[in-house]
């Protein structure tokens, strides 16, 4: 390439909930572009970033040190005016005026709902980097920023199993997870919770809680007084964990307490395998972009690298692990021998 060529420019965005580990996705992207001889210009705030034109031109030096921080440096958003038609043609006309030819979008399955949309209106490629706490996304082993915040929901519930201990208590701990159950039932195993209400779990049978009630108790009368720890998946229960706590309480007298974790699941440092998961998935999805490919995202399954169609993310289903939920219903925290969930 002679000194006068201008480089192919490709576009960034991180979009939907932050999730520990975008940062290390925009580096590697970064440092990927700039060893291929390829210009970074990060939009901010997701798809607003598009339609507003609200942008910055990234080199490796604006990158450094940034692995180790959650959240996002080009910043993240929700955009519902992005889902018009008029939004994706103006997106469209704004990267054609950049001269943007490729645009890699850091998101969950929405944001690559919005990539689909976006491509019916422009003709460039578009590479999605899967970035959500939920790991609620079709055809990858993890999303990036699932395992800081299973790591952080064990770290909370380690520590309130020790309160809890202390004082034979029931603790309700609310974990975030959207419609999805992983954070919740990973968590739990990691730490030994006695209870997992989840949405996938409450879809085909909702739990009572006179069904709730009956399996504390039994929890004592096979181990005798203790604790007992129930991780809630938010929007499982009227009123969240709190509203649980204070039915157990009231009606049934059992000392119980809730704990909502909200969006600490989304902060501090991630772990070295979202660091590393953002990475290698980052340099990917930019090796994607040189080999041509559009309309994918990059995603790793057992353990190699790989590709997703766009709409499989979001029109198949990531299951929850079947042996994990048979670990946890029928071994570590049986209930009725006839019953293996639920009962
Ligand atoms: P996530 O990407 O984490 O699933 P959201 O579901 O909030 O997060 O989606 C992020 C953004 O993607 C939305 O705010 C919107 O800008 C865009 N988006 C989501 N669904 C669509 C859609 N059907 N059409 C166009 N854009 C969409
Ligand atoms: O999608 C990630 C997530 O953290 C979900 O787990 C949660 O339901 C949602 O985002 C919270 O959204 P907000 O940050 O807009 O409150």
Redesign the pocket.
């Known amino acids: 390439m002679s000194e006068s060529t201008p480089k192919q420019r490709i576009g960034v965005l991180t979009s939907?909930?932050d999730?520990p580990g975008m940062n290390a996705a925009i580096r590697a992207i970064t440092l990927a572009a700039d060893h291929y001889g390829l210009e970074v210009i990060a939009f901010s705030h997701g798809y607003e970033g598009l339609l507003e034109k609200t942008y910055t031109l990234l080199k490796p030096s604006d990158v450094q040190h940034i692995l180790q921080y959650s959240g996002t440096i080009i910043k993240s958003a929700?955009s519902p005016r992005f889902k018009e038609i008029e939004s994706a043609q103006l997106a469209a006309r704004n990267l054609a005026e950049l001269d943007v030819s490729a645009l890699i979008v850091i998101g969950?399955d929405g944001s690559f709902r919005g990539a689909h949309h976006l491509s019916q209106h422009w003709d460039g490629q578009i590479i999605g980097v899967p970035g959500?706490?939920?790991n609620d996304v079709y055809g990858t082993d993890a999303t990036i920023g699932y395992s800081t915040a299973v790591a952080i929901a064990m770290d909370a519930l380690d520590k309130i199993r020790d309160t809890a201990d202390a004082m034979d208590r029931v603790f309700i701990v609310e974990v975030?997870?959207?419609n999805a159950g992983f954070?919740g039932l990973k968590s739990a195993m990691a730490a030994g919770a006695e209870r997992m209400i989840l949405p996938e779990l409450q879809r085909d049978k909702p739990l009572t809680i006179d069904v709730i009630v009956k399996h504390i108790k039994r929890v004592e009368d096979v181990r005798g007084p203790g604790s007992y720890v129930m991780v809630l998946s938010?929007h499982q229960w009227p009123g969240g964990a709190v509203a649980l706590s204070e039915q157990l309480e009231a009606e049934y007298r059992m000392p119980c307490r809730p704990c909502l974790l909200g969006?600490i699941?989304?902060g501090g440092p991630p772990t070295a395998t979202d660091r590393v998961l953002a990475s290698e998935l980052g340099v990917y999805a930019v090796e994607l972009v040189l080999a041509g490919a559009n309309g994918v995202m990059t995603a790793t399954r057992a353990g190699q690298l790989t590709t997703v169609p766009f709409i499989d993310t979001w029109s198949k289903k990531n299951l929850l692990p079947e042996n994990l939920l048979r670990i946890q219903h029928e071994i570590f925290n049986p209930v009725k021998k006839s019953r293996q969930r639920h009962g």
């Open positions: 939907g909930g999730a929700r969950g959500t706490i939920d975030m997870g959207r954070i938010e969006h699941q989304r």
